[in-house]
């Protein structure tokens, strides 16, 4: 069984940055796991915003590209969204979800009803 709890949340001017992690928690076999960043507006359907697979290969949603970056600790127990020049629009509870077993590429971000674990989230407030 995996658990996730995300940190780093928070609220930020426009242009600002925050750090999110994701503690991976649990029982599992290290290497085999995807992860996933997503966020979600009330009224709007949950976004897909990053993926890493376990070869550590990373995919970014286009509607972030060159602003979130998402990476993973050395042990690969932590996973982090780095996100900057943040917007209005990116206001929103930011979830991390895991897929394990995981074989596939780390494009399946765009694919949240394959992710089984999920964090309660964390808030940003861009203003």
């Known amino acids: 069984h995996v658990q996730l709890v995300e940190s780093g949340g928070g609220s930020v001017q426009t242009g600002g940055s925050l750090r999110l992690s994701c503690q991976v928690n649990?029982?599992?076999?290290?290497?085999?796991?995807?992860m996933g960043w997503f966020r979600h507006i009330p009224g709007k359907e949950r976004e897909g915003i990053a993926g890493?697979?376990?070869?550590?290969?990373?995919s970014v949603a286009n509607s972030v590209k060159g602003r979130f970056i998402i990476s993973q600790g050395d042990a690969k127990h932590t996973v982090f969204l780095e996100m900057s020049n943040l917007e209005p629009e990116d206001t929103a509870m930011y979830y991390c979800a895991a897929k394990y077993p995981c074989s596939e590429a780390a494009w399946i971000y765009t694919k949240f009803q394959l992710y089984q674990f999920w964090g309660r989230g964390t808030q940003v407030t861009v203003s």
């Open positions: 890493i697979d376990r070869g550590s290969t990373t």
């Open positions: 649990g029982s599992y076999k290290r290497g085999s796991m995807c």
